[in-house]
């Protein structure tokens, strides 16, 4: 549930209305990401803090991008084991204050991946999807994660942020689907279907030809 009672700090007008229209933006795959895109609404309206001021949980809820690496030649995705997590996750990190999601999404990836953040035909520079997760174990928190899709060739991506994941995986999304959600974010493959719909009116995710 999205935590309301923090006081609000304050914040840059223009991004918060940029992140509301993000958000209204994102249509809907499910009767729970409708709900979820309420909840994100209500707390963006409400003008509590929308960025991670102190690690881990500072506020309670914040915002986060996440962004699915799509090699749209071979139709694989990619995930990283993360070592906090213990699950097997899209990258991300949490959107610094003052920062647009996108611009967090292309810093991220650099840092983590090594490579530059180019936009998917299929979303451009746009989430696909919204969730709002509370972690587990220590430092508990709410993230209203934004998704992204991204897309690169899995031969230029040789190296990843070792500090953040113990190992990386191309999948399609068959195979992504057919993975326990025990290992996994745990709405991995609701947005692995509502990828799958968005990328097959263009023609955008070819089936797998080999599984790295």
Sequence with gaps: MVSSHSLPAPSDGRLRAQLVGLVDAIDPWDDLERDHLRLAGEWLAGGAPVHRTRKPDVPDTHLVSYFVVLDAECGELLLVAHRKAGLWLPPGGHVEPGEDPWAAVERECREELGIPAVASDITGEHPLFLTVTRTRGQGEHTDVSLWYVITADART????????????????????????LDSMDPHMHRFTRKLMQAAGATGSLPRGRTSR
Excluded at 160 to 171: C, G, H, S, V
């Design 157 to 180: 991506l040789t190296s990843y942020d070792e500090e953040e994941f113990t190992a990386i995986r191309w999948l399609t999304p068959e195979q992504v689907l057919a993975e326990s």
